[in-house]
């Protein structure tokens, strides 16, 4: 059992920046794949970049935030970060992080969710 929690959410102007924090419980979350997900209101869940456990050398990228957002990990903190810069008022939703007993999940298969932080980008 892993118990995951966002923060660094916010309003942020077109063009900025946020950097998500998602803190996980336990002394295992090296072996843990972890992903970041965003829902929009009126929208289903999407996917938005992944990082695969221990050293975390697999990464994944929704097309839509390629280039703009990087996903990495602390494990020694344990935690995962989602650096978004150049935001976009498409952007703005509820973002999740999750997480996955396994070596890389990508878009999907996640066993554990956070419950949220929301992040909006005013034009």
């Known amino acids: 059992q892993v118990k995951l929690v966002e923060s660094g959410g916010g309003l942020v102007q077109a063009g900025g920046s946020l950097r998500l924090s998602c803190a996980a419980s336990?002394?295992?979350?090296?072996?843990?794949?972890m992903g970041w997900f965003r829902q929009a209101p009126g929208k289903e869940r999407e996917f938005v970049a992944a990082i695969s456990w221990s050293g975390g050398i697999t990464k994944g990228y929704a097309d839509s935030v390629k280039g703009r957002f990087t996903i990495s990990r602390d494990n020694a903190k344990n935690t995962v970060y989602l650096q978004m810069n150049s935001l976009k008022p498409g952007d703005t939703a509820v973002y999740y992080c999750?997480?996955?007993?396994?070596?890389?999940?990508?878009?999907?298969?996640?066993?554990?969710w956070g419950q949220g932080t929301q992040v909006t980008v005013s034009s």
């Open positions: 336990g002394r295992t979350f090296s072996s843990y794949a």
């Open positions: 999750a997480a996955a007993l396994q070596r890389y999940s990508g878009d999907g298969g996640y066993d554990y």
